[in-house]
């Protein structure tokens, strides 16, 4: 499979974990878009200095675009590219944080762990 074709899957199955396995529905709701948009912007920096300055380099094949090594720095936006970064790696970071928020609500929904483990035991109060 290419970068791409994973990065799609695993959007795919995060929503649909969120939708319809543990049924959280957090891409249904404005505050989880909000988070989302201040989470991409950094997202974007990150991605942007690993890629420009050639400390993670990706095969012109798995991606969509392309733009090879030996041609200088991948280009700043456009060739499938935004600062400098391709685009698969929004979808693998939109999945990543979609999946942690959509196991985080569901955990405590469920009541794990609703008394903190830390602190004094119970009987010394």
Request: proline share 6%.
């Amino acid at each position: 499979m290419t970068y791409t074709q994973l990065g799609v899957l695993a959007v795919i199955l995060a929503v649909a974990l969120d939708l319809f396995l543990l049924r959280t529905h957090l891409v249904t709701r404005k505050v989880f878009w909000v988070s989302y948009a201040i989470t991409v912007f950094f997202q974007l920096i990150t991605n942007g200095m690993f890629t420009g300055f050639g400390i993670v380099r990706y095969h012109e094949d798995a991606i969509i675009g392309g733009s090879s090594p030996e041609f200088g720095p991948p280009p700043f936006i456009g060739d499938g590219r935004l600062v400098f970064a391709p685009v698969e790696d929004l979808l693998f970071g939109f999945a990543l944080v979609l999946m942690t928020l959509v196991c985080w609500v569901w955990l405590g929904r469920n009541g794990v762990q609703r008394k903190p483990k830390a602190g004094p035991p119970i009987w010394r109060r």
